[in-house]
């Protein structure tokens, strides 16, 4: 039967290991573990703290032995490749030492690829916005400079290429200074200095950036995505433990299906996540929080987003991203922890091994693509807590048995 050559690229976060910079802002000895583990649950049934199972714990990105361990198991379960998130401002890198450690050892073997995370950094998760600890700069040697740092990892036998092209990724293409020039710079010095082109991808992060506007190969729509028409209106709020608690609530399927049902002209790789939760970093006040998610949600999500990569590449181009492998304070990880085991990872093996035949036949329901269908054509109209409810909930008995159904079919997934 017909391969499907599907490839899946697990986003990576190397902030666990303490760096000056860190120990500076927010403590000493900080990484994202100490966000993570004084979490305690904010409402009732609220998954709080994510804990690692014992296969990996902890750990500390400082010892290489760790990505070994990380890539075996990533491996072993159908991922592709790790796409690490690259920290670069203007020269300086931070967080890089998993990264140096990992171009030295060919023992973590699998395929990477770059992320360059090009944002600022602030104090956002103290709620903070306006403080910078880190800010981007530029000046006229700026872009040819970062290709040459990016060499040695492009240059490395596991990176990642299309087409004999280093695949490189943009976090933030629309905040670089002037970005269709730092793209034009990038192209003419790969192809100068190191003889070779690039495939970049955009990362559409917040917004809908069309690649071709500033160069681009490709874009990934990053999920999940924040739209304010799809948050859970006041009333179906879960009740918080504490009154000083704030949250802003999205139901996985809905927000999972509509990221199904985008359909562009141009090449956007597809990103699906298995569930959210950044109340560890917003310290319990300011959270999002995605409700009701499961692992045969996210299986379903992660069929749906197959089939369109392979609808929509040639096999060497099939790759879809994953958030995350590790973004432990973002309740968004492939690890394994206490609650789901290897579960994640082993619906990740399946779907990757699934013939095309049998992956284009799977995946949600026509009941749940024609509700959400009805959900997006819907006006909207303010509820009365100020919020933003579809007028769709509000049309009549046929439409609540629909809803009913469609809630007691997943009643199963939702409690797991």
Same mark, same amino acid.
């Given at each position: ?196 082109? !690039? ?6 992060? *917040?917004?809908? %950036? ?9 874009? /990934? $729509? ?23 608690t704030s949250a ?58 197959s089939k369109l ?35 994640? !990872? ?6 990757? *091994?699934?013939? %095309? ?9 026509? /009941? $749940? ?12 109209v303010p509820d ?33």
């Amino acid at each position: 039967m017909e391969s499907s050559n599907l490839k899946y690229i697990a986003l990576y976060l190397p902030q666990f290991h303490a760096i000056p910079e860190n120990d500076e802002w927010w403590g000493k000895g900080f990484t994202e573990w100490t966000n993570t583990k004084p979490m305690k649950p904010l409402f009732e049934g609220h998954y709080q703290p994510h804990e690692p199972s014992e296969e990996l714990g902890y750990y500390d990105l400082s010892d290489v032995e760790v990505m070994v361990k990380q890539a075996d198991l990533a491996k072993s379960y159908g991922i592709s490749g790790f796409c690490y998130y690259y920290y670069w401002f203007n020269g300086r890198t931070l967080l890089e030492k998993p990264l140096r450690n990992m171009l030295k050892d060919s023992r973590v073997a699998i395929p990477f690829c770059l992320c360059w995370a090009n944002h600022n950094w602030t104090r956002r998760w103290d709620g903070r916005d306006q403080e910078m600890l880190l800010e981007q700069t530029y000046d006229e040697s700026t872009y040819s400079r970062f290709i040459d740092d990016l060499a040695p990892y492009f240059n490395d036998p596991r990176y990642i290429r299309i087409d004999g092209k280093p695949v490189f990724l943009v976090y933030q293409a629309e905040e670089l200074r002037n970005p269709k020039d730092a793209v034009r710079v990038w192209r003419t010095h790969a192809r100068a200095k190191y003889r070779t082109d !690039l495939y970049l991808i955009c990362v559409q992060q *917040s917004g809908a %950036t069309h690649p071709g506007e500033f160069g681009y190969d490709a874009a /990934v $729509d990053f999920t999940p995505k924040w739209r304010s028409e799809d948050a859970l209106p006041h009333s179906e709020h879960p009740k918080f433990l504490q009154d000083s608690t704030s949250a802003v609530f999205f139901d996985y399927r809905k927000n999972t299906l509509k990221s199904v049902l985008r359909s562009e002209d141009y090449k956007l790789h597809r990103c699906v996540y298995p569930m959210w939760d950044n109340s560890p970093r917003r310290k319990g006040t300011g959270a999002f929080i995605v409700v009701n998610s499961s692992l045969e949600l996210f299986r379903r999500f992660l069929v749906e987003m197959s089939k369109l990569t392979v609808s929509s590449f040639v096999p060497e181009e099939r790759f879809l991203f994953i958030n995350a492998w590790n973004e432990w304070a973002e309740g968004t990880h492939l690890e394994p922890c206490r609650k789901h085991g290897d579960g994640l !990872l082993r619906i990740c093996r399946e779907v990757s *091994s699934m013939p %095309t035949e049998a992956l284009m036949t799977a995946g949600f329901e026509k /009941v $749940d693509v024609e509700w959400i269908r009805s959900l997006v054509s819907a006006p909207s109209v303010p509820d009365s807590s100020g919020g933003r409810v579809d007028a769709i909930t509000r049309i009549g008995r046929g439409v609540t048995r629909v809803l009913r159904g469609l809630r007691k079919r997943y009643a199963s997934a939702r409690a797991g």
